[in-house]
């Protein structure tokens, strides 16, 4: 109605749209500011006239002017029926569009060091690359999740070395990952006292670039051993991956990179090494090669963004890399510019914050690195004492505990902007009357408790008119907004928006369903249409949370 009265862009006008501070100031707002433009006049007199113009509708009853906003009130009653027969019909794909039909997104995320542990740290880009994959195929895109493993570097000198003075063949096959990093920790203590380790492991890094059959081999049996350990970590995030190309994949196409590098005339010669210079954009250099002509992770990773475009001719492009990259990606990005890739604009480094463990950063290193194997462990057994207590009949006790053990972990994860630091705290972890997964978790269960003791169908034909409490319309609204947040998580890269948005909506049903505690006066009412419609509400918040929940990577139980 605002779009044919202005004659401005429906789209336009949506994006403009707000929610007022009371609900005695109406459901939606449009601010006039933008208007402003358009008319040559004030905000506030252009609300006036539009307020003028605007007529009851089905789905409006009233419009009037506030100031500079142009704020509608709606028919409850309608956008009732209207929003609980959408979900109702959508189910778990209420909320889903086709955005975008037709363009793929690549993701590259996790992508853990072999020969490593798979720590916490590591844990962050998992849960918020995993979540931006669900959300944009929740949008409609074709995504490719890509595990871009650290299997080359200098560091697997390094590796090799320890290996070859320290390794234990026997300690390997049977714990290979606590060996290889025990080992790695001891290189670098070792190199403090003994300079000369570190020429020793470029050495052996140098003879596996030249194809050492020696080397290669121990690289292949600590690459296949770490890739198995890792596949569990995955297997119990339930993470996939459509595609595991780790750095070692593009050695083949960095001459190619060098070339492109050279012809555009952007390599320079700096203390015996080859450079970028970015200094005019202010920016320090990139290194592309070492004086020993080893290459770099700068080199394989432009070589990985060029095979990336060629092979999925990407739409956008995300590295869910951690802030400590900041710098490499701007190198990155503007270095692709320079070689004339006009898709570099659609390239994003999504980063995240730090995970601490008191005042303690993960650095493996120094071999304070937590292995998150032992992180979910925790979190499963305190899960399983905890259901233990509250419910020693549930029919599948462990089950139940590892879906809320490793729902607390991911959602950890997820609970705060991904640009925050976040520290380990099993009580807010594992909290089911908190700000947690199983907070979650355990109000979707809630209310598949209560829908099955209603044990009926709700008809289509439910009466909204009795939905006619200000819990029931702040429920209808936050479901009728799941689009929207769907949408703005995808817009900003940040899964946090979907989460915020679940807490919200939980703590709105839990305080409803206290209302609804006393047997006077029940969700399921003797008024067999009270009845029918309040089930038609919370079904509906039964779909969205399950949706949500599995957009973010956790389970949700039916019964806890």
């Known amino acids: 109605m605002v779009s044919a009265a202005t004659g401005v862009d429906r789209l336009q006008l949506t994006g403009l749209i707000e929610s007022p501070p009371s609900e005695e100031m109406g459901d939606l707002a449009l601010p006039c500011f933008h208007l402003a433009r358009v008319y040559k006049k004030s905000p506030a007199a252009i609300a006036a006239e539009l307020a003028g113009k605007m007529t009851a509708t089905e789905f409006v009853e009233r419009v009037q002017a506030n100031g500079p906003y142009l704020n509608f009130f709606l028919r409850r009653e309608k956008i009732a029926a209207e929003i609980i027969r959408e979900v109702r019909a959508g189910g778990d794909n209420y909320g889903k569009s086709d955005i975008g039909l037709g363009k793929t997104v690549v993701i590259d995320y996790s992508s853990p060091n072999i020969a490593k542990p798979f720590g916490i740290g590591h844990l962050r880009s998992t849960v918020i690359g995993a979540a931006l994959k669900r959300i944009f195929l929740f949008q409609g895109y074709n995504v490719v999740g890509i595990n871009h493993l650290g299997d080359w570097g200098t560091q697997f000198g390094k590796v090799i070395l320890a290996y070859k003075l320290w390794g234990d063949d026997g300690i390997l096959q049977e714990n290979p990952i606590e060996h290889l990093y025990d080992l790695y920790v001891r290189i670098h203590q070792e190199e403090e006292k003994d300079p000369s380790l570190t020429h020793k492991a470029r050495e052996e890094f140098r003879k596996l670039e030249g194809a050492d059959s020696e080397n290669f081999a121990l690289w292949k049996r600590f690459s296949d051993l770490s890739k198995r350990e890792f596949d569990k970590i995955y297997a ?80 956008k492009m995300l590295y869910v890399v951690g802030v400590a990259q900041s710098l490499h990606f701007q190198q990155l990005f503007k270095v692709l510019e320079l070689l004339g890739c006009s898709w570099a604009k659609d390239c994003h480094h999504v980063s995240f914050g730090w995970v601490k463990l008191g005042d303690e950063m993960m650095s493996t290193r120094k071999g304070n690195i937590v292995f998150l194997e032992d992180v979910i462990s925790k979190a499963v057994k305190l899960a399983r004492e905890i259901i233990g207590k509250g419910r020693p009949d549930l029919p599948d006790p462990e089950g139940t505990a590892r879906a809320v053990g490793i729902g607390a972990v991911v959602f950890t994860d997820l609970a705060f902007r991904r640009e925050t630091d976040i520290s380990f705290d099993w009580d807010r972890m594992l909290d089911f009357g908190g700000n947690s997964g199983p907070y979650l978790q355990y109000t979707h269960a809630r209310i598949c408790s209560v829908v099955r003791k209603y044990a009926r169908a709700v008809s289509e034909k439910f009466d909204s008119s009795l939905l006619i409490l200000p819990e029931e319309y702040a429920i209808i609204k936050k479901l009728g907004n799941f689009h929207e947040i769907i949408d703005k998580a995808a817009e900003e890269f940040e899964p946090f928006h979907i989460s915020s948005y679940l807490l919200e909506l939980c703590g709105l049903f839990n305080a409803y369903y206290q209302r609804y505690k006393s047997p006077d006066d029940r969700i399921i009412s003797a008024d067999a249409g009270k009845a029918e419609s309040r089930i038609a509400l919370i079904d509906s918040i039964r779909y969205v949370l399950h949706s949500g929940l599995t957009i973010l990577g956790l389970t949700a139980p039916e019964i806890m």
């Open 236 to 315: 119990m995030l339930r993470v996939q991956f459509e595609a595991t190309a780790g750095e070692s994949f593009y050695n083949d196409k960095n001459a190619r990179v060098e070339k492109l590098l050279h012809d555009k005339g952007l390599l320079r010669e700096s203390r015996e090494a080859t450079i970028v210079d970015l200094e005019k954009f202010g920016l320090q250099p990139m290194l592309v090669k070492r004086s020993d002509d080893a290459t770099l992770y700068a080199t394989r990773d432009l070589a990985a963004a060029i095979y990336r475009n060629e092979t999925y001719k990407f739409h």
